[in-house]
Structure formats: structure tokens, C-alpha cells
């Protein structure tokens, strides 16, 4: 073999583990593609609009879904969404049932300690939501004595039950398994208030701005989205998060968060 057909064996062989690697997988759980790459199983809330969520055909949608179909794109494999259960999402990730998290997961330090994140790409608050025309919700201090509602498995939750003092302070506590649920609650007067995710509370406010209003005041930290991997599957992360960054100096991002949010509003 000449030293032509040498390179060339050598620069074939290199894009195929290249390949190999960028289509990580969950064992058993991973089905290959014609291609040789294996599916990505993304596990997501398909009830977090705008992030994920059906859309009027029931197909799955959102800018965290657009995100995910883009990355995979650029990694040479397949991707499938996969609908869970968020309360029990770390179980998920952990069994090998889904490969990633990436539906507006909070990167949090306990959360830190069962998966590993990329870097964060959008900041997210706790905000309050409230039907049109309360005027003696103002603050947190003002939900004392309040019917109030989240969603389970989400950053709100893990606040209100880490502070009893607030928590105590309530008339009731309610906790969903997704957020619509909540704001339908809200509107036929079961709730008072919600604490919510800003980007999906103003989400779903616009929808129905007749009827809601937001507080716009923090409930508790500000907090940061970001992708969740499995402990052992640094090799994923790190694929992702370089076709991320590929995808946010590019434009590429700034493109699909203005297609969601009319502005980019990922972190720069």
C-alpha cells in the first residue's frame, strides 16, 4: 500500500470513530441507524411550552426540541423525544431509558450530584402568576394565607419545599405533574397564584392575556437552564456541548431562540 492509499485508510478510519463517538448511546436502549449512528433518546415534559410541548397535529415541539434536532443533526444521528414523567426524570436518565435531559432543566447543585450538565444556555426565574386584576398578590410574603400551586419535579417545587417557613406560611399547596394543568386551575379560581417558571408562565400568559398577569418579582435564586447526562457519559456531553457551541457562534442559536421568544435571550 502506498503512502496515498495509507492516508486515506488512516482519514477514513479517524471520521468513522469520530462517528462512532458523536452518536453516544444507552446501551440496549440506542437503536442504530442506517448509518451506523445510534439515536439519541431525549427525555422531556411534552406539556413545557415553549421549551417542549404537541402542538395542534400532537406532533412535538419547542425551542429546546428545535435545539436538540439541530445538535443531533451535526452529530451524524438520529434523536428521539421521548415523553417521561419530570418528577421522576433523574430515575430516567439513570435506568438508560433516555440518554439526555433537555427540556428547561435547571442546573442545581443537588441535581448536580446524579447527572452531569452542559455549559448553561439561558437564564431562568421563579416568578408569580395570578389571574387578571389581583392586586393583593405583590411578593412572596404576600402568598401567606394563598391557595398555591406548582409544577412537581420543577425548581419552584424545590424551593417551596426547602423553605418551611414559606412553605408553612400558605393555606394550601398544590403540585401538578405539568404546568397547564396549574394555569387552569389558576383560571377557574382553584388557585390563587402560581409559582412558575418565567419563560413558561409568560409563554402560556400570552395565550391568555386577558386572563393572567404576571408578578414580576424572583422567588427565590435566579436559575440557569442546561442540558442533563448521565454520570458515566462524559464522552455525549461532551459532543453536544461542541456542536452547541458550534451552533450558538454560528447563529444558529440566536436563529431558533428568535423564532420562540421574537429576541435571542440565550446566554451570550
Known amino acids: ?62 425551542f429546546d426540541v428545535d435545539l436538540a434536532k439541530e445538535a443531533a443533526k451535526r452529530l451524524g444521528c438520529p434523536v428521539e423525544f421521548k415523553p417521561i ?12 431509558r433516555v440518554d439526555v435531559l433537555w427540556n428547561g432543566l435547571d442546573i442545581t447543585e443537588k ?29 412572596e410574603k404576600s402568598l401567606a394565607g394563598k391557595v398555591v400551586g406548582t409544577q412537581s419535579g420543577g425548581t419552584a417545587e424545590e424551593y417551596i419545599d426547602g423553605n418551611a417557613e414559606f412553605k408553612d406560611s400558605l393555606k394550601d399547596y398544590k403540585k401538578y405533574s405539568d404546568y397547564i394543568a396549574a ?7 382553584r388557585l390563587d397564584a402560581i409559582v412558575a417558571d418565567e419563560i413558561t408562565g409568560r409563554y402560556y400568559m400570552s395565550k391568555h392575556p386577558d386572563k393572567l ?18 454520570k458515566d457519559d462524559t464522552p455525549l456531553k461532551d459532543d453536544v456541548q461542541k456542536v452547541l457551541n ?7 442559536t440566536a436563529k431558533i431562540s428568535e423564532k420562540w421568544f421574537d429576541k435571542d435571550i440565550t446566554k451570550k
Not at 446501551?27 to 406539556?47: C, F, H, P, R, Y
Not at 458550534?246 to 444558529?252: A, F, L, N, Q, R
Request: glycine residues 12%; negative net charge; hydrophobic residues 35%.
Open 1 to 62: 500500500m502506498n503512502w496515498k492509499k495509507m492516508l486515506v485508510t488512516g482519514l477514513a478510519a479517524v471520521m468513522t470513530a469520530a462517528f462512532v463517538t458523536g452518536c453516544g448511546g444507552s446501551g440496549d436502549q440506542a437503536a442504530s441507524s442506517s448509518s451506523g449512528g445510534k439515536t439519541i433518546v431525549v427525555g422531556l415534559d411534552d406539556n413545557y411550552p415553549p421549551m417542549g410541548f404537541r402542538d395542534e397535529k400532537n406532533e412535538i415541539v419547542g
Open 85 to 96: 414523567d419530570w418528577a421522576s426524570k433523574e430515575a430516567e436518565l439513570k435506568s438508560g
Open 246 to 252: 458550534e451552533m450558538k457562534k454560528d447563529g444558529t
Open 111 to 139: 441535581r448536580k450530584e446524579n447527572m452531569l450538565f452542559s455549559d448553561p444556555y439561558m437564564d431562568n426565574r421563579q416568578i408569580i402568576f395570578v389571574r387578571k386584576g389581583t392586586t393583593d398578590i405583590k411578593d
Open 183 to 189: 394555569f387552569m386551575d389558576l383560571e377557574n379560581g
Open 213 to 230: 398577569e404576571s408578578v414580576d418579582v424572583a422567588i427565590g435564586p435566579v436559575s440557569t437552564f442546561g442540558i442533563g447526562f448521565r
